[in-house]
């Protein structure tokens, strides 16, 4: 009887090891060099064709740069913005133009705009793979937060196939 119960109460703690330690190691997609250089080009190609000199940059899932195109024409400010309102959409998982907008209606919210980092002005689009955000991307230039977020939204849509 005792030999049965030191082996349940082996088999019980191994068990438990395994839990916690399958607990300490986690698996996540994330952004790669040409996935970000595509989504990056396709967001500049569809502006331009809109008639809008934009920057578009590509984070990755830690808001960390992975790609940068700047259009013909584009403005100097337009790379500070688009990387910071991709920093902003890859943190929050979130549009930045969503972002704004609930910020202006609820004062609770008011303070977003005093995290360093963050930009609420539209332009700054989540790239997700089912559910989970490994990246995001941010557009500057064109005349309108909502513009911006159109061509990101179009630039993640040409790439749709590879987000699996």
Do not use: F
Request: charged content about 15%; overall charge positive; aromatic content about 2%.
């Amino acid at each position: 009887m005792q030999n049965r119960l030191a082996t349940v109460a082996a088999l019980t703690l191994s068990l438990i090891a395994t839990a916690a330690s399958a607990d300490g190691v986690r698996t996540e997609k994330n952004m790669s060099l040409d996935l970000a250089t595509q989504i990056a080009a396709q967001t500049v190609a569809t502006c331009t064709a809109n008639g809008y000199a934009v920057t578009a940059t590509v984070v990755d899932r830690a808001g960390t740069v992975r790609a940068v195109q700047r259009a013909d024409n584009a403005g100097p400010h337009t790379l500070e913005a688009s990387r910071l309102k991709a920093y902003t959409s890859a943190s929050a998982k979130n549009t930045t133009l969503a972002m704004m907008e609930g910020a202006q209606k609820n004062p609770a919210a008011a303070n977003l705009v005093n995290i360093p980092g963050y930009l609420l002005l539209g332009g700054g689009v989540p790239v997700k793979v089912g559910n989970e955000v490994i990246g995001a991307v941010g557009v500057g230039g064109a005349p309108g937060g909502h513009l911006d977020e159109q061509c990101a939204v179009a630039g993640i849509a040409k790439v749709q196939d590879l987000l699996k």
